[in-house]
């Protein structure tokens, strides 16, 4: 199954609703997972979607969705495993849609002017990793010097990772597009990949017509 995570932004696009259509129309297992966080960059939800209720919204493309507390760590993993474990047997596509909030700025350059303090500050109230964290140690699961344990081994991982990427090397400018649109390979028939006995799924979908397909698909 293939999971695909993006923002509340993504959702406004054309392209969000190309691809969920297209993977109810198909029965492709795919897995929506929406960040609803409110805001995309410094537009809030209400200023750029009609009906803001984005669960509700997904659900017309007649896939299941559902709206989870994103702010509750618990109740975020159970639905991404009964939906996963669902989609793995049935083989449909999904949709979630977590609730939550966005806690920082966008960017370095996002001033915040979009929203007050006292907004934020109420939400972080409800941070999730903070409040996982004090119920972790109220129920007796761990204590406060495993939690700054974990913590430093995070940080040690974010720095091992920034230090791998600048050690890199840049990538060839002429990878920019590759694998983004097609490069026209598969009109020649010397670099088609032989399809063996799987045709896949056509380029026209299960209900489409021969004329539809890719000419390295046998419809007879
Ligand atoms: C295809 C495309 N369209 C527009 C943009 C410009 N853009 C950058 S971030 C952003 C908003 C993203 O919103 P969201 O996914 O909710 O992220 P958040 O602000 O919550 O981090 C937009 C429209 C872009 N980077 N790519
Ligand atoms: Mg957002």
Same mark, same amino acid.
């Given at each position: 199954?293939?999971v695909c995570f993006f923002g509340d932004g993504a959702m406004a696009e054309g392209e969000f609703h190309e691809s969920v259509n297209l993977a109810a129309l198909w029965d492709l297992p795919v897995l929506f997972v929406c960040e609803n966080n409110l805001y995309a960059m410094g $537009?809030?939800?209400?200023?750029?979607?009609?009906?803001?209720?984005?669960?509700? /919204?997904?659900?017309?493309?007649?896939? $299941?969705?559902?709206?989870?507390?994103?702010? %509750?760590?618990?109740?975020?993993?159970?639905?991404?495993?009964?939906?996963?474990?669902?989609?793995?047997?049935?083989?449909?596509?999904?949709?979630?849609?977590?609730?939550?909030? /966005?806690?920082?700025?966008?960017?370095?350059? +996002?001033?915040?002017?979009?929203?007050?303090?006292?907004?934020?500050?109420? *939400?972080?109230?409800? %941070?999730?990793?903070?409040?996982?964290?004090?119920?972790?140690?109220?129920?007796?699961?761990?204590?406060?010097?495993?939690?700054?344990?974990?913590?430093?081994?995070?940080?040690?991982?974010?720095?091992?990772?920034?230090?791998?990427?600048?050690?890199?090397?840049?990538?060839?400018?002429? %990878?920019?597009?590759?694998?983004?649109?097609?490069?026209?390979? *598969?009109?020649?028939?010397?670099?088609?990949?032989?399809?063996?006995?799987?045709?896949?799924?056509?380029?026209?979908?299960?209900?489409?017509?021969? +004329? +539809?397909?890719?000419?390295?698909?046998?419809?007879?």
């Amino acid at each position: 199954m293939t999971v695909c995570f993006f923002g509340d932004g993504a959702m406004a696009e054309g392209e969000f609703h190309e691809s969920v259509n297209l993977a109810a129309l198909w029965d492709l297992p795919v897995l929506f997972v929406c960040e609803n966080n409110l805001y995309a960059m410094g $537009t809030a939800l209400e200023f750029s979607h009609a009906q803001t209720d984005l669960a509700l /919204r997904a659900s017309s493309y007649g896939l $299941t969705s559902w709206a989870v507390d994103g702010m %509750d760590v618990v109740a975020a993993r159970t639905a991404a495993q009964q939906r996963r474990r669902l989609g793995a047997k049935r083989g449909r596509p999904a949709l979630l849609e977590m609730r939550t909030y /966005r806690l920082r700025a966008h960017s370095m350059y +996002d001033a915040e002017r979009y929203r007050s303090r006292d907004e934020v500050r109420q *939400w972080r109230q409800r %941070d999730p990793v903070q409040v996982m964290a004090a119920e972790l140690v109220a129920s007796g699961v761990c204590t406060d010097d495993e939690l700054a344990a974990l913590d430093a081994d995070a940080m040690a991982w974010v720095d091992q990772a920034v230090a791998f990427a600048e050690a890199g090397t840049p990538e060839p400018v002429d %990878d920019l597009t590759r694998f983004v649109t097609s490069n026209g390979q *598969w009109r020649d028939p010397s670099l088609r990949t032989p399809v063996g006995d799987d045709p896949g799924i056509p380029v026209g979908g299960p209900g489409g017509t021969p +004329d +539809d397909k890719p000419d390295n698909v046998d419809v007879s």
